[in-house]
């Protein structure tokens, strides 16, 4: 053997170890199902580094990792979008073409280049139905995954994940999924949590109601709005032996006063909008350039 000589096997061992620890060092992002659409989740306390963003009419984008390198794809994926949308139909651009345009790019730069991605990406396509919606996960090798309901990528992902389980369900309103990913995001594996203020947080989601561009941002009062139902709603569900009072103790009088049944709550109907308004476009909002790189991935 010539000094030096590393078997391919153990390259590529090498290779995939690398790209682990780069992403295990940022923060995990997580997109789920719910009854309007799929909602992205994301640590993030920067307002121009985005780790989650619009590709196409109804296709989101979300990405840990490097920044640079992802942004590379993401800008890759909407030049994709654009060329396969004018030549043929709009139809015809879907999350799976777009996530295996991914894989095979991904795949490529793992095998032939030296130093691997340090990405994982997830494409998502809301449907007119919950049974059209489309969800797909693309490791750094060019590997994919279809996802139904959720996926938890990047970072502490299997104790996201496991989370994230135990709360999911099928069909859950907006606040309710967003509760869910909350929870998952902050749990600290040892029954604590950590808080996450509105300023920490990236958040998207794909409208199954609107006709044309789906993806919308959600941001300042709507997110303060999600943030403080979902606290009160894990309040309202904590078990309730928490609040009876030891056997034995003082019960209170019965002509106490006690909670109105009619308090308020937030309302079911109509939420309030998110986002952008109709005409404007997230699809480049990433930093045009220049060295920007952050000294840690996102």
Not at 180 to 203: F, K, M, W
Not at 293 to 298: E, K, Q, R, Y
Request: charged share 20%; with cysteine; net charge negative.
């Amino acid at each position: 053997m010539p000094f030096g000589y590393v078997s391919p096997a153990q390259a590529m061992r090498d290779k995939a170890e690398f790209a682990r620890q780069g992403i295990a060092r940022g923060r995990s992002c997580v997109t789920l199902q719910y009854e309007g659409g799929i909602l992205m989740m994301a640590p993030n306390t920067s307002s121009a580094l985005h780790k989650i963003s619009e590709i196409y009419d109804r296709i989101g984008f979300a990405a840990v990792g490097r920044y640079p390198e992802f942004e590379t794809l993401r800008k890759a994926g909407i030049t994709y979008a654009d060329v396969a949308g004018y030549q043929f139909d709009r139809r015809d651009v879907t999350a799976r073409g777009i996530a295996i345009y991914y894989a095979q790019n991904l795949g490529t730069i793992f095998t032939e280049s030296l130093k691997p991605f340090e990405v994982e990406i997830v494409v998502a396509e809301v449907g007119t139905r919950p049974e059209a919606d489309q969800i797909y996960r693309i490791t750094f090798d060019g590997s994919v995954n279809d996802e139904p309901g959720f996926v938890a990528f990047g970072g502490q992902a299997d104790q996201v994940s496991a989370a994230l389980k135990e709360r999911y369900s099928p069909g859950m309103s907006l606040t309710e999924a967003f509760g869910a990913a909350l929870d998952a995001l902050t749990a600290t594996g040892n029954g604590e949590r950590t808080e996450l203020a509105a300023t920490q947080l990236e958040v998207a989601i794909l409208d199954r109601t609107r006709d044309h561009r789906a993806f919308r941002r959600i941001r300042a009062a709507r997110l303060e709005e999600l943030i403080a139902d979902s606290r009160s709603a894990d309040a309202k569900s904590a078990p309730a032996s928490e609040s009876t009072p030891p056997p034995g103790g003082s019960a209170p009088p019965p002509g106490g006063s006690a909670p109105s049944p009619g308090g308020s709550a937030p309302s079911a109907g109509s939420e309030p909008a998110t986002g952008p308004d109709r005409g404007s476009t997230d699809r480049g909002g990433g930093v045009g350039g220049g060295n920007t790189t952050p000294p840690n991935p996102l």
